[in-house]
């Protein structure tokens, strides 16, 4: 008999709502859920493949190993050992060097719940803000300027808003690769209405390039020029909204004197644009009923990354392009629940319920409801600085879960050396063989996707339930479960004061304890439940007495500021944190492919995914190429400051000429190195801390 479970896909942050099918202990298909707001039904080769990719046992990491000494291999263990030793390991460790000693490395693809349950455990119960995620390489630039710019994190717009836009504005998004279901709701609005303007900003010519009518093919980190030549056109056109200005913000007069200098003619230059395509794209924005822009790790994964979001923020605030249908700074999230961990404060700068660490009534009110007798003020370490401090011994023991720092953290050589040093690397997972789990003390194995219970946010807030179909596969756990289990073990030793910490006996009632610390918060979500969730996905904030999510923020014109207003901010634009120069002439940028998924260890076990793009290349333009006398096929080393890697030539007119690409999810499982980040750079922006990805000066040799 074939049963229906109603779920989300555990891949991007559109958030899809899915119908797993299974029969016994086997999922046998999935299709789009046509009841979910997010897709209509609607799914992209990922989600279309999760039922071939979920439940192969090949790979999986089945039963807990523990090895008690380096020079030996993990051996098999039973579930109680291998939590007794994680337990036994970080007290001890605790005990010695004190709370800060220790860290926790999570994901946007843990569920809210797993995310709380991690955070509670390291700002509750151990005393150290030493928890940040794969999120920080993700999102934090957005987070940030949301912040700084509307008062609050979050995006002030929703889907609806896809169809209702007369400009769009893509910045750093191939969002036909990397959001495709939502893509296609874009082409189906344009194709309803070809007034609908494209505006794409990409140092490349992506997929979602070629269907712009307007290509911006800038110098790679030059967005903030950009974003300042086009409002500068808009200022002195007389474009920007000045009643809208005047009302609801603050910082214009500032603003207005920086942009200044930013004349189109100058931008147009340093960008390395058309100065007539700039003053186009700044009319259409400038001039549109309703201006939507779209951007994603271009902008974020940047070292003034924040500065990026600001200015173009400082766009529609000029324009008074927000908080109206079809109107407003949309941040895609990139993974299923990079929101979620946002939401529950799982980062080693915020606090639950998008309360901060910096501000004493927030610590008190998390730790007066927590019971404990205080939150640390000391800010923890974000990702990039915490294997710093892991490689210089000041962390000595820290616990990976969900994620795979050795091919996604920037500057790989480094983040070996890292794991090499640390005393003790717990990494809990559903696969057994990615690049962290060959530096485990202690592998736990966690269930995945189709096996676990709790909820996702996505890009447009709306929060969904992911459900198990079928049991996990061998001894596999979900990563509260482990979480919880770890907690109630250490809570014994270091706080037998408070017993009840870590007392949840499901997933709903970790969501209930989520749920009520945000009352009375930008996200408030007291009137969701998980009975509220089944019958439909909704968005946040959803307050007790309410009927509905609230679709669209800001709409009175009221932010979250402590004024009221919306702040502009004066930022200046910052070239890329590594120039390239005569030794390293090539910036080198990377990006996804439309068929993987992060570093492949789901996506990469189909082989219909590979039919896209079946290996890894380093994309030249042709003209750069002739001029080295290379040829397709050949054999390239990739050299940065850091290291190396060596992939084939493949050659594309999508790049300019000094611009070369790779795709970012190649890793060691499928490449002799773990691939683009073996030699990318770990410049952080000083306001996120989110590294530059995106970039990095390389050198090319024929091997
Ligand atoms: Fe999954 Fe994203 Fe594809 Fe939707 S668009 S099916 S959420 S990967």
Redesign the pocket.
Known sequence: MTTITRST?C??G???GVLIESEGEQIVGVSGDPAHPA?WGR??T??LSLAKSVQSPIGRAMYPELRTSRSEARQRVDWDSALDAVADRFAGIIEEHGPDSVAFYVSGQLLTEDYYVFNKLAKGLIGTNNIDTNSRLCMSSAVTAYKMALGADGPPTCYEDLELAQTLLFAGSNMAYA???LFRRLEAAKAANPDIKWIVIDPRRTDTAAMADLHLQIQPGTDVALFHGMLHHILWEGLADTAFIEVHTSGFAELKARVRQYTPKMVAELCGVLEADLLQAAEWFGRSPAALSLYCMGLNQSSHGTDKNLALINLHLATGQIGKPGSGPFSLTGQ?NAMGGREVGGMATMLAAHRDIANPQHRAEVAQFWGVDAVSGKPGLPAVAMFDAIKAGQIKAVWIVCTNPAHSLPDLPNVRQALEMAEFVVVQDAFAHTDTTAFADVLLPASSWGEKEGTVTNSERRISRVRAAVQPLGEAKSDSWIALQVAQRMGARLKPEHPGLFFFDSPEAIFNEHRALTVGRDLDIGGLSYALLEASPQQWPYPQGASTGQARRYSNGVFATDSGRAKFTAVDYLPVAEPTNSRFPFHLLTGRLRDQWHGMSRTGRLPQLFAHSPEPSLEMNPVDAERRNLKVGDLLRISSKRGSLILPLALSADLVSGCVFTAMHWSGQFLNSSGSNEIASSATDDKSFQPELKHAAVRIEKV
């Open positions: 896909c891949y991007c559109v958030g899809c897709n799914l992209c990922k989600g959001h495709p279901v299923h």
